[in-house]
């Protein structure tokens, strides 16, 4: 399986399906649309999306029924970059290869770009038939998941903190979207409560490790691959993987987090070769 390949894929459909929706908000107005497309349609890998319908594809040999989700998700996680880059957060110019949304249409309507695609995601997702996938969706997003870690990621800067509260702040800032784009594309493709188990532990997994390998990067990467500043967590003082245990360590604790994630996938077979491909990639990644 050539994941490459795979994110791409994936990555056409969901930005397609995005661009039919963006295209429904006419009344809105257009500087504000023209922020929320700029930071939208820069690129970034659409992770979240590919989680989404391959997890549908899993269980339902078919992607169809996620996208509302995968569209929804992906609309999330640009407007939580919106606001991370913002000064009073953690100050950054560049994302996805480009100036970040505030640098180009200043503070107010970056911030304003990110509610209008916080709160566009619920209308798409709206569009699933399941209503626990809103629920969990919500729930992720918002105070126990996204947000909250967000919080207690500026809450830690300058601190020293232990690995287990690290932990905990990486499963909620970055683990809780990523696990819930891989519970809600199985939702929506009609999982049974094993197969929701399995694919649940793989996406807590891959959410850890994503993280930890985001925090390595930062020290490690490149500009020009990332498409962000290097450095940017040292010079906020953040509480990361490495600045904690060192970049071994951290290295290792990613490694171990993908193995299992991976095992959980042995209730699966063939089906389930893209996503043992996919987690693989997460550690193994340059971008
Ligand atoms: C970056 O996420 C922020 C984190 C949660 C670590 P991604 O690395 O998925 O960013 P894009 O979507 O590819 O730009
Ligand atoms: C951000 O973590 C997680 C979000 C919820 C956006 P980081 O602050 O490390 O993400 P990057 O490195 O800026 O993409
Ligand atoms: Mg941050
Ligand atoms: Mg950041
Ligand atoms: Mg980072």
Request: with cysteine; charged share 25%; aromatic share 4%.
């Amino acid at each position: 399986m050539n994941i490459e390949s795979f994110l791409i894929a994936k990555g056409k459909r969901v930005e397609q399906a995005l661009e039919e929706r963006v295209r429904e908000w006419t009344d809105a107005p257009e500087p504000l649309l023209a922020a929320m497309r700029y930071s939208l349609f820069a690129g970034g890998k659409r992770l979240r999306p590919a989680l989404a319908l391959g997890a549908c594809e899993i269980v339902s040999g078919n992607d169809e029924a996620a996208l509302p989700a995968a569209c929804a998700l992906e609309m999330i996680h640009t407007y939580s970059l919106i606001h991370d880059d913002l000064p009073a957060m953690d100050n950054d110019d560049l994302r996805r290869g480009k100036p970040t949304l505030h640098k180009v249409c200043g503070e107010a309507m970056a911030i304003l770009a990110g509610d209008g695609l916080l709160t566009m995601a619920f209308d798409v997702l709206a569009g699933v038939n399941n209503i626990r996938v809103i629920r969990e969706v919500a729930r992720a997003a918002g105070v126990s998941g996204m947000v909250g870690g967000q919080a207690l990621d500026m809450m830690s800067e300058g601190k020293k903190i232990s690995l287990g509260q690290l932990q905990r702040l990486h499963e909620c800032k970055t683990g809780a979207l990523i696990r819930v784009a891989v519970r809600s594309g199985a939702m929506s493709g009609g999982a049974d409560a094993k197969q929701l188990d399995a694919l649940t532990l793989y996406g807590e997994k891959l959410g850890l490790a994503f993280q930890i390998t985001d925090d390595i990067l930062d020290i490690t990467g490149s500009e020009d691959d990332l498409g962000k500043t290097i450095g940017s967590d040292a010079a906020n003082d953040k509480s990361t993987y490495p600045s904690l245990v060192g970049l071994d360590r951290a290295r290792e604790l990613a490694d171990e987090a993908v193995k299992i994630g991976r095992r959980a996938l042995d209730a699966f077979g063939s089906e389930a070769d893209a996503f043992r491909a996919l987690a693989l990639f997460v550690v193994e990644r340059r971008r």
